[in-house]
């Protein structure tokens, strides 16, 4: 069990940048594949985006793929992400997930391990 705490959420305005940042403990965090996943208001909670442990590979949802950019610290046990050219469909709390194999990466029933969730906030 890893135990995962995010952090960097806010408000900004359309086109403003922000970083996210999740730490975990508990864990060997260099086993995990890390997760971002967001609930926007009123909505289902969707995939953001994932790396795998090594960071050999990375992936996207359709929604942000160019504009967030997921990375991960191994020895500062931290995965990023940062998200540029934001939009208000960006507006959403942000989790961050983990999980040691899952199978598809985007699918939140495939981890077990969840943070507490920041908001951000993005004005048009």
């Known amino acids: 069990q890893v135990q995962l705490v995010e952090s960097g959420g806010g408000l900004v305005q359309a086109g403003d940048s922000l970083r996210l940042s999740c730490a975990a403990s508990?864990?060997?965090?260099?086993?995990?594949?890390m997760g971002w996943f967001r609930q926007p208001p009123g909505k289902e909670r969707e995939f953001v985006a994932a790396?795998?442990?090594?960071?050999?590979?990375?992936y996207y949802a359709d929604s942000v793929k160019g504009r967030f950019t997921i990375s991960r610290d191994n020895a500062k046990n931290t995965v990023y992400l940062q998200m540029n050219s934001l939009k208000p469909e960006d507006t959403a709390v942000y989790y961050c997930a983990a999980e040691r194999s899952p199978p598809t990466y985007t699918l939140g029933s495939e981890y077990g391990n969840w943070g507490q969730g920041t908001q951000v906030t993005v004005s048009s």
């Open positions: 508990g864990g060997t965090f260099s086993r995990y594949v």
């Open positions: 790396i795998r442990w090594n960071s050999g590979g990375s």
